[in-house]
Nanobody
Framework: VQLVESGGGSVQAGGSLTLSCSVSGYKHTTYCAGWLRQTPGKEREEVARISGRAGSSWYADSVKGRFTASRDNTANTAYLQMSQLKPADTATYYC???????????????????WGQGTQVTVS
């Protein structure tokens, strides 16, 4: 399984960015696609997740109402639309995939076996 991210960059506070994550190697689309972020000196944290059939989504309180996770299973791509960005959103963002469980609580990073390379988002 391979995940390749794109779409990071620099944006002013209040602006928007959309991250993309191209997923290959799965023979099905029932995996959950998660988005996690990390800043220097802090643990990686999950901020959004979308279920395999895009019927369910989960968001951390810090991004709820501003970020939207979506996916196009025909293109094997997951997206994270980020709006009303704040300097506190500055981080390296990772997409990740897992097919073990769905929960309304944040997943730990170790629960994701497959990761993208990360993309930097800087909000000034």
């Amino acid at each position: 399984v391979q995940l390749v991210e794109s779409g990071g960059g620099s944006v002013q506070a209040g602006g928007s960015l959309t991250l993309s994550c191209s997923v290959s190697g799965y023979k099905h689309t029932t995996y959950c696609a998660g988005w996690l972020r990390q800043t220097p000196g802090k643990e990686r944290e999950e901020v959004a997740r979308i279920s395999g059939r895009a019927g369910s989504s989960w968001y951390a309180d810090s991004v709820k109402g501003r970020f939207t996770a979506s996916r196009d299973n025909t293109a094997n791509t997951a997206y994270l639309q980020m709006s009303q960005l704040k300097p506190a959103d500055t981080a390296t963002y990772y997409c990740a995939a897992q097919e073990n469980r769905w929960t309304e609580e944040p997943l730990w990073p170790h629960e994701y076996p497959h990761w993208g390379q990360g993309t930097q988002v800087t909000v000034s």
